[in-house]
């Protein structure tokens, strides 16, 4: 399958070459070009220069019709923008944002991007270790569906986060 | 009114001092705290020094009773956010985003933003008014990727000495103003086109090559000028 990866840092970077030892096309982009030292020199996929929340840099890069398109970046923004650009604009089949702000996270997901937020992933992995009682709130959320379209979601969800089974994306990536 | 403005930077200060001076009740959020510090001295304590993004800090600032969030960052996947959170996570009726990659006007506007500010957009708008070109000038998006578009007629153009009706235009577009000697009329079937008019257009941006041919007249770019 087709894989782009926005962020090359040491998630990124990692996922990039299992998906590209496991014999799939990988697309890698990040701002810096540093950042794709990164990847070992087995690393058959195409590292791209640039902005991944520009959608010129992702077409140009190839990333339309992309199965995964998978936002890594640190900037919890930058992510949510690039995985918005790639759903509405270059019809990806699945987008998933890395988003530590829980409450950002948890919001999305209504907006239909699967998040995955290490806040939550790490607090609760810290608690399990000290024999705590976990969040609670899962740390990969996976999109709801699309009932109608953007204003129907209004209504009273003020904090409400989403309740749905953490469904665990690909392997639950490290933080 | 209620309005949240987001983002202590000059568009935010100015903004929230003129809606503070016209009455409005208003909260500036603004991460950085020596900047937050020093609006304050300014303006008095009605600012947040939390980052608007986080969701937590969003709520505290109030968002969930805004009339009005107004995302003025520097950054346009902040104000994006913003918006989003605003709109969809605390129910605000109206958000408005700065936005300054043109491309992604049309993305705000499909992703729940309902007003752009488009800085960039503006500029190029004076600049091209400035110019003496043979192009569409486009003077405002509006919904449903719809465009408002200005033709001014050379004498070249196809279309003088001729009525609307005499012209081939789009059936999704419509001709309905008509600037001559700085005075604005409704474009009637009955009105003769000249040199030197604007003509008024609203309609889908695929229309545009259409009109270009009706309005300006055949080839893309400039013309070779006679």
Same mark, same amino acid.
């Given at each position: 399958m087709k894989l782009v990866i926005v962020g090359c840092g040491?998630?990124? $970077? $990692?996922?990039?070459? $299992?998906?590209?030892?496991?014999?799939?096309?990988?697309?890698?982009?990040?701002t810096s070009t540093r950042a794709f030292d990164r990847l070992s020199g087995e690393f058959k996929g195409e590292a791209i220069r640039g902005d991944g929340t520009d959608e010129d840099v992702l077409r140009k890069a190839g990333a339309e019709g992309a199965d995964a398109f998978l936002a890594l970046t640190e900037g919890d923004n930058r992510n949510v923008m690039a995985a918005q650009v790639a759903m509405e604009k270059l019809a990806v089949g699945k987008a998933l944002a890395k988003i530590n702000d829980p409450v950002r996270a948890a919001a999305y997901a209504e907006l239909g991007i699967a998040t995955v937020c290490r806040t939550?992933?790490?607090?609760? $992995?810290?608690?399990?270790?000290l024999a705590q009682r976990p969040t609670g709130m899962p740390s990969v959320i996976a999109p709801v569906p699309h009932v109608h379209d953007d204003d129907d979601l209004g209504g009273g969800h003020a904090t409400a986060a989403p309740r749905l089974g953490a469904q665990p994306v690909a392997g639950a990536p490290e933080a | +009114?209620?309005?949240?403005?987001?983002?202590? @930077?000059?568009?935010?200060?100015? /903004?929230?001092?003129? &809606?503070?001076?016209? @009455?409005?009740?208003?909260? /500036? +959020?603004?991460? !950085?705290? #020596?900047?937050? #510090?020093?609006?304050? !001295?300014? &303006?008095?304590?009605?600012?947040?020094?939390? !980052?608007?993004?986080?969701?937590?800090? &969003?709520?505290q600032?109030?968002? =969930?009773?805004? *009339?009005?969030? #107004?995302?003025?960052?520097g950054d346009d996947e902040d104000n994006l956010v913003i918006c989003q959170m605003a709109k969809h996570h605390f129910d605000v009726p109206k958000t408005i985003a700065r936005v300054n990659?043109?491309? =992604?006007? !049309? /993305?705000?506007?499909?992703? @729940?933003?309902?007003?752009?500010?488009?800085?960039?957009? +503006? #500029?190029?708008?004076?600049?091209?008014? *400035?110019?003496?070109?043979?192009?569409l000038l486009h003077l405002a998006a509006l919904d449903n990727d719809l465009e408002i578009i200005e033709a001014k007629l050379q004498a070249d153009s196809p279309a003088v000495g001729k009525t609307p009706t005499d012209l081939v235009i789009p059936p999704e577009c419509s001709l309905f103003a008509v600037v001559r000697d700085g005075v604005a009329t409704p474009l009637r079937a009955d009105t003769v086109l000249q040199e030197g008019d604007k003509v008024i257009a609203i309609g889908k941006s695929d229309c545009e090559r259409l009109l270009h041919e009706q309005l300006i007249g055949v080839g893309e770019d400039s013309q070779a000028a006679s």
């Open positions: 040491r998630v990124g $970077a $990692a996922l990039a070459e $299992a998906f590209d030892s496991g014999g799939n096309e990988v697309i890698v982009i990040d939550t992933m790490l607090t609760d $992995a810290i608690l399990g270790y | +009114m209620f309005v949240l403005v987001v983002g202590g @930077g000059k568009v935010g200060y100015y /903004l929230t001092k003129e &809606l503070v001076e016209s @009455g409005h009740e208003v909260v /500036l +959020m603004e991460k !950085d705290r #020596a900047r937050a #510090a020093q609006i304050v !001295d300014e &303006l008095g304590s009605i600012v947040v020094p939390h !980052d608007g993004c986080e969701g937590k800090y &969003l709520g600032a109030g968002s =969930n009773r805004a *009339d009005i969030v #107004a995302a003025v960052t990659n043109p491309k =992604n006007e !049309d /993305l705000f506007r499909h992703l @729940g933003v309902d007003e752009i500010i488009s800085p960039t957009r +503006m #500029a190029l708008g004076s600049i091209e008014q *400035d110019i003496p070109v043979h192009e």
